[in-house]
């Protein structure tokens, strides 16, 4: 009987929705026969309706109020751990995956108790803001693993100590590059870049860990001393905090709502974009292989795992978290030095090496041990 992978994201949108298909779609390229247990209002179901070779099990998903998830919890519960269990009947479920822990991840995984696990531990330390519960969520389903992929060297150690792993059983696997953003982009939502200024960029989920403040010093300190350039900040989340910071910056523009999956390459739809990432803390980043693959150059802080994702000097700009004037200088050195398309090229060269297909394999070499 051929055995069969149970891939267990139970998202929504964002970057995990699209990590998930992603190395899904690798996995089946690769001829793993893989289930799919997703939500039914995934924000990219169309891509995995297309999904050939995958079997799908659509669960009833939640919207985002108190009410729908207690609904959730329940009908997870009573309803839909049952469904799944009927679906999977007579199948030999070699290992459950799950690319990016989720509130439910433990009770799908649950309806397959005696089944070795594999999950992808994409914060190994919580990001400030990240919500106690869901912290716990990701601490038990880390522990519970039987393999643990994380996506930077750096964590590896603290990963196999802290969540209790012998380091054999915690593996690296780096982040792909997003390049379903092309596919879907459409072209009448493309942001429009004032053409005389050298133009920053900042896109991402707002959160306290982004360093956003640090930016706001560095760039203030960048349009004190150069009419030509400007800032774009883009992303969900809560902006209220830097509002007063932001409120003497006289180009920026601020874009604080959710972005489709069909908008986002329209932010970088153009050859004068540079993509700075002030973070104080992180582990890795979805927007350093977008922006490559984009062509953006790309200015970052050298913390958590950036530094494996992008090579000072050679693929990128790494500065000192934290360290607005560190910042400034890069900005600074760019705007007077220009693009240097030579780090450009290299981070285009770079990023195409990590496609999903080759990531999957690694993924596929773990799911066989």
């Not at 001829?31 to 659509?58: F, M, S, Y």
């Not at 379903?180 to 459409?186: A, P, Q, R, T």
């Not at 978290?321 to 981070?347: C, F, P, R």
Request: with cysteine; glycine share 8%; aromatic share 10%.
């Amino acid at each position: 009987m051929e055995q069969a992978v149970i891939c267990n994201y139970i998202g929504k949108k964002g970057g995990g929705p699209l990590y998930a298909y992603e190395m899904t779609r690798g996995l089946v390229q690769n001829g793993v026969r893989v289930i799919a247990i997703i939500p039914d209002n995934i924000e990219n179901l169309a891509l995995w309706n297309t999904l050939t070779g995958c079997q799908l099990i659509k669960i009833k998903g939640y919207k985002d109020n108190y009410l729908s998830l207690l609904c959730a919890i329940l009908r997870m519960l009573f309803v839909e751990r049952r469904r799944i269990k009927k679906a999977c009947k007579g199948i030999d479920i070699s290992c459950v995956y799950v690319p990016m822990i989720q509130p439910f991840s433990l009770m799908v995984n649950s309806c397959f108790k005696k089944k070795r696990s594999i999950v992808t531990l994409h914060d190994p330390i919580p990001h400030k803001g990240a919500g106690r519960v869901y912290a716990a969520i990701c601490e038990k389903t880390a522990m519970k693993a039987d393999d643990v992929v994380v996506l930077s060297e750096k964590f590896v150690d603290f990963t196999a100590e802290h969540y209790g792993h012998d380091k054999k059983r915690v593996h690296v696997i780096p982040h792909g590059i997003f390049d379903n953003y092309k596919n879907v982009y459409d072209s009448s939502l493309r942001h429009t870049y004032d053409k005389e200024k050298i133009n920053f960029l900042f896109f991402g989920r707002i959160t306290p860990y982004k360093g956003l403040d640090v930016l706001a010093e560095a760039f203030r300190k960048l349009e004190n001393e150069f009419e030509n350039v400007a800032l774009t900040i883009v992303g969900n989340g809560d902006f209220e905090p830097y509002r007063e910071c932001y409120a003497d910056i006289r180009n920026v523009t601020v874009i604080n709502r959710w972005i489709k999956d069909e908008e986002v390459y329209g932010f970088y739809d153009n050859s004068s974009v540079i993509t700075v990432l002030p973070y104080i803390e992180a582990t890795q980043s979805g927007v350093i292989p977008v922006a490559m693959a984009c062509g953006s150059m790309v200015v970052c802080t050298d913390c958590g795992g950036l530094s494996e994702q992008v090579e000072h000097g050679k693929t990128g700009i790494l500065v000192p978290a934290g360290d607005a004037d560190a910042l400034y200088e890069a900005m600074k050195g760019i705007v007077e030095g220009g693009t240097d398309q030579q780090i450009v090229a290299n981070a285009k060269e770079h990023i195409e090496g990590l496609s999903w297909d080759k990531l999957a394999l690694q993924l596929q070499n773990i799911v066989g041990k």
